[in-house]
């Protein structure tokens, strides 16, 4: 198997401390790009856009806190044993998140953002445009559990 070295882009500014299950929808947050490697160039554009996903990681999950097979999201025995790529748990084996947010504005180096699930400080691995063409084409079908998951997510 080969292994990758990725390098963040920049960081969450802001926003929550804590990762805490639900209530998302309104946290605000700026992504801050390393101004090391990057210039407002990178950013020009984006303010074109209504939402941008966010590719970061969570870098505060530990070795010991990674889940590789099945569990009940959340710890909840009420919702199905389902397998770790099932699902949308932090405890994934390369720790990786994505979340589509709303563009609240940009402005040099920094994109400011309502609704990112990534708490101050996380690392930021990329950010893209999100395009109704690479939307979901047809149905988006899921199980119960995870509509009750989501309900107070937002």
């Known amino acids: 198997m080969s292994s990758f070295t990725l390098t ?12 805490v299950d639900d209530d998302w929808g309104n946290s605000r947050a700026s992504i801050n790009l390393d101004p090391a490697r990057f210039t407002a160039e990178a950013l020009i554009g984006l303010d074109q856009f209504s939402h ?19 569990r009940h999201p959340r710890g909840n025995p009420d919702w199905p044993k389902v397998g770790i790529f099932a699902q949308r748990g932090r405890n994934r084996p390369n720790r990786l998140g994505v979340s589509i947010c ?20 996380t690392p930021v691995l990329d950010i893209k445009p999100v395009m109704a063409g690479f939307q979901p084409r047809g149905e988006v079908r899921e199980p119960d559990w995870a509509r009750a998951i989501m309900a107070d997510y937002w």
């Not at 941008?52 to 590789?68: C, K, P, R, S, Y």
């Open 102 to 121: 709303r563009i609240v504005a940009v402005d040099g180096l920094e994109l400011a953002v309502e609704g990112l699930d990534a708490i101050d400080g």
């Open 8 to 19: 963040p882009i920049g960081h969450v500014a802001g926003g929550r401390r804590e990762a």
């Open 52 to 70: 941008a996903e966010v590719i970061f990681l969570f870098d505060q999950v530990g070795d010991d806190q990674i889940t590789t097979g099945a």
